[in-house]
């Protein structure tokens, strides 16, 4: 297959901090309209490659290929129109606005109106605005808390601001939702809830890249993961292949993988 068959091709990324080579050589390739894993343990390189390929890292080097087209993370607002949006570990939300405005924000990478549009506001940028808020109040809906549109978000559940997040992900219309330990913090059902959402995501046609630690979580839900150790890919492939790989089962598994 060549790049042009994946959503996203990544390939030969390296990127050291001081004495410290947090990656060597990583790669992978994402297949459209699949979720994707990337796993390992504690200090494996995982969120570094993560902040990589979302424009929070300068890679030393690598080849980025997005949706056919070559593609260079060297900025977040850069990476997000290029169509890859993106949650944090920690919530990162405006704890003072709505849920509603949170979303809408996350739609303005989008928006066509500019400096001039916004201070004097003819008619097209007015009917612009209120398409997004449609929009947010439908995202919303869509990731099952639309009821809480007009809550500030610092008062919402832990889950329903992590839903919220992948809201405001998903305002940008993005090529691929890259996810990182969505399920942190999660007691049991809200797990269970949010493997449902992901599935969603899924079915109708979005691809995902996840990070998680959850190992069930991730091998019910993903369609194929690579797994990284000391900065370095020592797996990929299905999540049975992955499971049973001796290098995976000593480095990050142990006893859960039996």
């Known amino acids: 297959m060549s790049n042009n068959d994946?959503?996203?091709?990544?390939?030969?990324?390296?990127?050291?901090?001081?004495?410290?080579?947090?990656?060597?050589?990583?790669?992978?390739?994402?297949?459209?309209?699949?979720?994707?894993?990337?796993?390992g343990p504690n200090g494996a390189g995982k969120t570094t490659f993560f902040n990589v390929i979302t424009g929070l890292y300068t890679p030393d080097s690598g080849e980025f290929?997005?949706?056919?087209?070559p593609y260079q993370p060297t900025a977040v607002h850069e990476v997000a129109r290029a169509g890859i949006a993106r949650t944090f570990q920690n919530i990162r939300l405006f704890g003072e606005m709505t849920a509603l405005e949170n979303v809408m924000v996350?739609?303005?990478?989008?928006?066509?109106?500019?400096?001039?549009?916004?201070?004097?506001?003819?008619p097209a940028v007015r009917r612009e605005e209120e398409g997004i808020e449609d929009m947010a109040h439908d995202l919303l809906d869509y990731v099952g808390i639309g009821k809480y549109a007009n809550f500030t978000a610092r008062n919402l559940s832990y889950g329903h601001q992590r839903r919220l997040?992948?809201?405001r992900a998903l305002a940008t219309e993005p090529k691929l939702l890259a996810l990182d330990e969505p399920a942190a913090g999660m007691n049991a059902t809200e797990k269970v809830e949010l493997r449902g959402l992901l599935d969603k995501i899924r079915n109708d046609g979005k691809t995902i890249?996840?990070?998680?630690?959850?190992?069930?979580?991730?091998?019910?839900l993903c369609?194929?993961?690579?797994?990284?150790?000391?900065?370095?890919?020592?797996?990929?492939?299905?999540?049975?292949?992955?499971?049973?790989?001796?290098?995976?089962?000593?480095?990050?598994?142990?006893?859960?993988?039996?």
């Open 6 to 39: 994946f959503l996203l091709s990544v390939q030969g990324v390296n990127k050291r901090f001081g004495g410290l080579q947090a990656l060597s050589e990583v790669g992978l390739q994402i297949k459209p309209g699949e979720i994707y894993g990337l796993i």
């Open 65 to 69: 290929v997005l949706g056919g087209k």
């Open 106 to 122: 996350g739609r303005h990478v989008r928006s066509k109106a500019g400096v001039f549009g916004a201070i004097f506001r003819p």
């Open 165 to 167: 997040e992948i809201a």
């Open 209 to 220: 890249l996840l990070i998680e630690h959850d190992v069930k979580l991730v091998m019910g």
């Open 223 to 258: 369609n194929r993961m690579t797994v990284l150790d000391y900065g370095k890919v020592i797996a990929q492939g299905l999540p049975h292949e992955v499971q049973n790989n001796p290098a995976v089962i000593e480095a990050y598994l142990g006893a859960s993988a039996h």
